[in-house]
Nanobody
């Protein structure tokens, strides 16, 4: 069974930076290779739907939501089975619970095509809270 564990969240002032990590385990036991997986970051603020914000395909191609493009960078380290999200120029509206998600197989294209909806991902982490103060 694939497990994802996020870390790196916290409380920062507007304009600050954070690096979120998502460590994956269980791929080998599940018969899959971490490098051949579609992974992404979602976030959910109180009272709002979970929204996709960044994705990375098995080829390394990346895609971002317009609200975070230029400020967030997604990266996947296949040697460490770890997904990262570097967040810069944080704004109060970035405050949310951040989740990583994974599914087996390839993905590419723009964010909507690459990621699809939350129901496309069978594996989720528990989330890490990011709070940005003004």
């Amino acid at each position: 069974q694939v497990q994802l564990v996020e870390s790196g969240g916290g409380t920062v002032q507007a304009g600050g930076s954070l690096r979120l990590s998502c460590a994956a385990s269980g791929y080998t036991a599940s018969g899959y290779t971490y490098s051949v997986s579609c992974m992404g970051w979602f976030r959910q603020a109180p009272g709002r739907e979970r929204e996709r914000i960044a994705g990375v395909g098995s080829s390394g191609s990346t895609s971002y939501a317009g609200s975070v493009k230029g400020r967030f960078t997604i990266a996947k380290d296949n040697a460490k089975n770890t997904l990262y999200l570097q967040i810069t120029s944080l704004k109060p509206e970035d405050s949310a619970m951040y989740y990583c998600a994974a599914r087996f197989g390839v993905c590419s294209g723009n964010l909507a095509t690459m990621m699809g909806g939350v129901n496309r991902f069978p594996y989720w982490g528990q989330g890490t809270q990011v709070t940005v103060s003004s």
